[in-house]
């Protein structure tokens, strides 16, 4: 199948993954995570939903939203097609065969039995279509006693992985994690592990399975952690601003209520900076503070007088100070409203607009560009079904035909 030009319903390819077909079987974040990315780098990306819909379709209601929009599901589905069809039945399982035949890659974030069920596992694709990238997402691997195991990221990515205790403080509340968080984060690993298969394909000719899971992408998350934990047979330990032994790392507030962090790394190289900005250059010939070692001793006094200082004025003033040296590093700490006005953030790219019927909505930028072969949206998220007809016909499907899968169920077509 060619890649089709576009009409509104359908969506020809720009960027470095153009002429790259993916059929996706996934459903909520982390496949269809992926998938978008990939559809946001140029691949046609060909998604198959159940009759009902892929449940992430409900986000809106589930955020007491009913008017039709949905940004999260909008967010990884974009630039999409859908088809959607009832696996249950031998016709829907040709569909996604006749599909694969012409594909680069099978993108699927579907539990392993449930894939056999239906004859989809990786053993029996990539027997049948050996230069085929199945690309799999899973919860907790592919081997093992939890393989199976239901899984969100919530469970695998945040909580079983470590995170979420390495995040509470001794006898504090667990923390939520935001929405989608491990999802997305999995998904870039996804594009990134397809990406590689496809180039590991163009040389050899061979297509393979690639995996990855959130239980694996949360340990990499706080991969600090874990590898120490390995290698030196201790856990770091969660901070805590009122002790931290390097006050040129910790987060501080501004007199007018706003938050942000110092980031001196190296302790001594960034401790005149700071002691310069707060107007006590006389601390840097203090025995109390001349070493690191110094200053951690006397940590809790001196974040304390700092605190008191920077009470002093608010945020805006201290960055102007701030910006006089180039050594001195750091950050506001942004809401997301803040973010979303943030002129550098929009500078480095961080939103798009993306096309619909209507001229286009203002959504989230996937984190990468490519200045060689521009890249980004190319449409709205497909309605279910939107291109069932167009992607049966192009499969060579007669009318007739595809107006009986439609009849029978097998098929659903909006």
């Known amino acids: 199948m060619a890649a089709p030009e576009s009409d509104g319903s359908t969506v020809p390819s720009v960027g470095p993954l153009t002429g790259i077909r993916v059929v996706e079987l996934g459903m909520w974040v982390a496949g269809p995570g992926a998938g978008g990315i990939l559809a946001d780098w140029g691949a046609d990306v060909v998604k198959i939903e159940?009759?009902?819909?892929?449940?992430?379709?409900?986000?809106?209601?589930?955020?007491?939203?009913?008017?039709?929009?949905?940004?999260?599901?909008d967010l990884d589905?974009?630039?999409?097609?859908?088809?959607?069809?009832?696996?249950?039945?031998e016709a829907g399982r040709q569909i996604v065969h006749d599909l694969l035949a012409d594909a680069d890659v099978f993108l699927t974030n579907i539990r392993l039995d449930a894939l056999a069920r239906v004859g989809f596992s990786s053993d029996e694709l990539c027997a049948r279509y050996p230069r085929l990238v199945y690309a799999l997402v899973t919860g907790y691997g592919i081997d093992g006693p939890d393989a199976n195991r239901r899984a969100y990221d919530?469970?695998?990515?945040?909580?079983?992985?470590?995170?979420?205790?390495a995040l509470t403080p001794p006898d504090g509340a667990l923390p939520f994690q935001r929405g989608g968080m491990g999802d997305h984060t999995v998904a870039?690993?996804?594009?990134?592990?397809?990406?590689?298969?496809?180039?590991?394909?163009?040389?050899?000719?061979?297509?393979?399975?690639?995996?990855?899971s959130l239980l694996r992408q949360g340990a990499y998350t706080i991969g600090f952690d874990v590898n120490v934990a390995l290698m030196w047979g201790y856990n770091i330990q969660l901070g805590n601003r009122a002790t931290m032994r390097n006050p040129t790392i910790n987060n501080y507030t501004a007199g007018d209520g706003r938050r942000?962090?110092?980031?001196?790394?190296?302790?001594?190289?960034?401790?005149?900076?700071?002691?310069?900005?707060?107007?006590?250059?006389?601390?840097?010939?203090?025995?109390?503070?001349?070493?690191?070692?110094?200053?951690?001793?006397?940590?809790?006094?001196l974040i304390a007088e700092l605190d008191e200082i920077f009470a002093t004025k608010p945020l805006d003033e201290w960055a102007e100070i701030f910006e006089q040296d180039p050594e001195f590093i750091w950050s506001p700490v942004n809401s997301v409203n803040d973010l979303i006005v943030d002129p550098q953030f929009f500078a480095?790219?961080?939103?798009?607009?993306?096309?619909?019927?209507?001229?286009?909505a203002l959504m989230l930028a996937t984190p990468a560009d490519f200045y060689g072969t521009?890249?980004?949206?190319?449409?709205?998220?497909?309605?279910?079904?939107?291109?069932?007809?167009?992607?049966?016909?192009?499969?060579?499907?007669s009318e007739d035909d595809v107006e009986a899968l439609i009849e029978s169920g097998i098929v659903t077509a909006s």
């Open 374 to 397: 521009p890249a980004g949206p190319r449409f709205r998220p497909p309605r279910l079904g939107e291109n069932s007809r167009a992607i049966l016909a192009e499969l060579g499907r």
């Open 154 to 165: 919530i469970a695998a990515y945040w909580a079983r992985s470590g995170i979420a205790h």
């Open 348 to 360: 480095a790219g961080g939103v798009v607009t993306v096309p619909d019927e209507n001229g286009g």
């Open 260 to 301: 942000f962090w110092i980031v001196g790394l190296e302790a001594d190289r960034h401790w005149p900076p700071l002691a310069r900005a707060v107007g006590h250059p006389e601390w840097l010939t203090d025995p109390k503070y001349a070493t690191a070692a110094e200053r951690g001793d006397h940590a809790e006094a």
């Open 50 to 73: 159940p009759p009902g819909g892929d449940p992430a379709r409900s986000f809106g209601g589930m955020l007491g939203i009913n008017d039709g929009t949905n940004p999260p599901f």
């Open 77 to 89: 589905n974009r630039s999409k097609r859908s088809i959607a069809l009832d696996l249950s039945s």
């Open 188 to 212: 870039m690993t996804a594009a990134a592990m397809t990406s590689a298969a496809l180039v590991h394909r163009e040389r050899t000719g061979q297509g393979q399975l690639v995996t990855t």
